[in-house]
């Protein structure tokens, strides 16, 4: 267990970085900014680490960045429509920070705070912040907590608790972006990918707001019950396809019952062998295949383009609080939110 200086940010704060380790050997890297994940070291099938994770090396990468890599993010995930909540019937503003759109809660999110660590042994962490009532456009003091941990059968889980005093949006992601092979190696079409989605949401245009419709991905690019390379039907002619730029879409997860922790993707690097299986009580997962990341400088000197990583951002589906097809993520007040996701590696012979 040990911690050590992530630099300072903007503001003149002392930012930390914290490592847990298992008794395999895996590590996986936070920082108190943002709760943010910065890397996950795995073996791969011939023993050799690799870090899955994009990031960077210190805080003012995090700062400067707007692809929110391995953020917490909340009171909301994704987007909602028009910038403004409804909830209880009073329409709150939100921040228009993607198009007319709300995008992650806004500019200013809970990724961009300092939170403070609960409690931290070798193999967990705990870090809590506050929100504060109207703090970007939700209503409501909302206590935070977000706790990691790293198994000893190589998993990284990823636990959330919040209550607020107000009846309040609560809808927490990670925005991780993963590469099997490496992070500094090169795209992710190649790699193959299982969700357990039957259907997905549509969307109307490429401002990404989806339609309300829950629609079969049988027959479509999206289907993915089959593992398949990330890159096989990417850039095939689909109107979907072609808002998102690729795949940057909602599917809606076969659960046995609702709020069951069971598996939401896998997927399998066949240059690593690197497996990745992932877990979540959520309804839906944002299947995303980093069609916008650019032109970046990453961590140890690596530089990261477009479809470089990818993420699965479990969450409710986007708008879903102005959505009522939608499983809806208001809380009411007193209410303790809770879920939890979870990332666990092996490898393939």
């Given at each position: 267990?040990?911690?050590?200086s992530?630099?300072?940010s903007?503001?003149?704060?002392?930012?930390?970085?914290?490592?847990l380790e298992?008794?395999?050997g895996?590590?996986?890297?936070v920082t108190?900014y943002g709760?943010t994940?910065?890397?996950?070291?795995v073996p791969?099938r011939d023993?050799?680490?690799?870090?899955?994770?994009?990031?960077?090396?210190?805080?003012t990468?995090?700062e400067?960045?707007?692809?929110y890599?391995?953020?917490?993010?909340g009171?909301?995930g994704?987007?909602?429509?028009?910038a403004?909540a409804?909830?209880?019937?009073v329409?709150y503003?939100l921040?228009?920070?993607?198009h007319?759109n709300?995008l992650?809660?806004?500019?200013h999110g809970i990724?961009?705070?300092?939170?403070?660590?609960k409690?931290?042994t070798?193999?967990?962490i705990?870090?809590t912040?506050?929100?504060?009532?109207?703090?970007?456009?939700?209503?409501?003091?909302m206590?935070?907590?977000?706790?990691?941990t790293l198994t000893d059968?190589?998993?990284v889980e990823?636990?959330?608790q919040?209550?607020?005093?107000?009846?309040?949006?609560?809808?927490?992601?990670?925005?991780?972006?993963f590469?099997?092979?490496?992070?500094?190696?090169?795209?992710v079409c190649?790699?193959?990918?299982?969700?357990?989605?039957?259907?997905?949401?549509?969307?109307?245009?490429a401002?990404?707001i989806p339609?309300?419709?829950?629609?079969?991905?049988?027959?479509?690019?999206?289907?993915f019950?089959?593992?398949?390379p990330?890159?096989?039907?990417i850039?095939a002619?689909?109107?979907?396809?072609?808002?998102?730029?690729g795949?940057?879409?909602?599917?809606?997860?076969d659960?046995r019952?609702?709020?069951?922790?069971?598996?939401m993707?896998?997927?399998?690097?066949?240059?690593?062998?690197i497996v990745?299986?992932?877990y979540t009580?959520l309804?839906?997962?944002?299947?995303?295949?980093?069609?916008?990341?650019?032109?970046l400088?990453?961590?140890?000197?690596?530089?990261?383009?477009?479809?470089?990583g990818?993420?699965?951002?479990?969450?409710?589906?986007p708008?879903a609080?102005n959505?009522?097809k939608?499983?809806?993520?208001v809380?009411k007040?007193?209410?303790?939110?809770?879920?939890?996701?979870?990332?666990?590696?092996?490898?393939?012979?």
């Amino acid at each position: 267990m040990y911690k050590e200086s992530f630099g300072t940010s903007k503001q003149g704060e002392a930012v930390t970085v914290y490592t847990l380790e298992n008794q395999n050997g895996m590590q996986a890297r936070v920082t108190d900014y943002g709760a943010t994940l910065v890397s996950i070291i795995v073996p791969d099938r011939d023993g050799n680490k690799r870090d899955v994770l994009l990031g960077f090396d210190n805080v003012t990468g995090y700062e400067n960045h707007t692809c929110y890599f391995g953020a917490t993010i909340g009171r909301n995930g994704n987007r909602i429509a028009n910038a403004e909540a409804v909830i209880g019937g009073v329409a709150y503003r939100l921040d228009a920070n993607d198009h007319e759109n709300n995008l992650h809660s806004g500019s200013h999110g809970i990724d961009k705070k300092i939170w403070q660590v609960k409690a931290y042994t070798g193999q967990e962490i705990s870090l809590t912040c506050i929100s504060g009532d109207l703090e970007q456009g939700f209503p409501g003091t909302m206590e935070i907590q977000v706790t990691y941990t790293l198994t000893d059968d190589n998993c990284v889980e990823i636990r959330y608790q919040a209550v607020s005093d107000k009846d309040t949006v609560a809808n927490f992601t990670n925005h991780a972006y993963f590469n099997l092979s490496g992070h500094n190696s090169g795209n992710v079409c190649g790699q193959e990918l299982m969700l357990a989605a039957s259907h997905f949401t549509p969307v109307a245009d490429a401002k990404a707001i989806p339609t309300g419709e829950i629609a079969p991905v049988a027959g479509t690019p999206m289907d993915f019950l089959a593992a398949k390379p990330i890159g096989r039907d990417i850039e095939a002619d689909d109107t979907q396809l072609k808002y998102g730029g690729g795949y940057d879409h909602n599917f809606v997860l076969d659960k046995r019952e609702k709020g069951a922790y069971e598996r939401m993707a896998t997927a399998y690097a066949p240059d690593s062998g690197i497996v990745m299986e992932a877990y979540t009580d959520l309804p839906c997962v944002q299947f995303y295949a980093g069609n916008f990341i650019g032109a970046l400088n990453g961590k140890q000197g690596a530089v990261y383009g477009d479809r470089h990583g990818f993420c699965l951002e479990s969450q409710f589906a986007p708008n879903a609080v102005n959505e009522p097809k939608f499983e809806s993520p208001v809380i009411k007040a007193g209410e303790v939110y809770r879920t939890k996701t979870g990332y666990r590696f092996s490898v393939k012979s």
